[in-house]
């Protein structure tokens, strides 16, 4: 079975920056969206962002827009999640999440996760 594999998670402080990795396996996940979604303690799994096979239009939620962007590097089939100015209402698992077409928010339009990265925010 196919798996995601994120990395880059950690205990930083309210301010800093982090950037999350996925490793996305196979060729053919090139041609896929991916997307990146959290979950803190007590709360349901939210959509962070997303983005196209080509990098074209990425999604972003509210909460993160202006501070985190979502990229992908196809040939080496990564893509990453580079989070600014962290507050600690980011504090959560961040998962890694592909589907075959175009970027969606609703995680059950995802076919394929990974176990998750946590990262936690101090004040």
């Known amino acids: 079975q196919v798996q995601l594999t994120e990395s880059g998670g950690g205990l930083v402080q309210a301010g800093d920056s982090l950037r999350l990795s996925c490793a996305a396996p196979g060729r053919v996940f090139s041609s896929y969206a991916k997307g990146w979604f959290r979950q803190a303690p007590g709360k349901e799994r939210e959509f962070v962002a997303a983005?196209?096979?080509?990098?074209?239009?990425?999604l972003y939620a509210d909460s993160v827009k202006g501070r985190f962007t979502i990229q992908r590097d196809n040939p080496k089939n990564m893509v990453y999640l580079q989070m600014s100015n962290l507050k600690p209402s980011d504090t959560a698992v961040y998962f890694c999440a592909a589907r075959s077409g175009g970027t969606r928010q609703a995680e059950d339009e995802y076919g394929y996760w990974g176990q998750g990265t946590q990262v936690t925010v101090s004040a």
């Open positions: 983005i196209n096979w080509n990098g074209d239009s990425p």
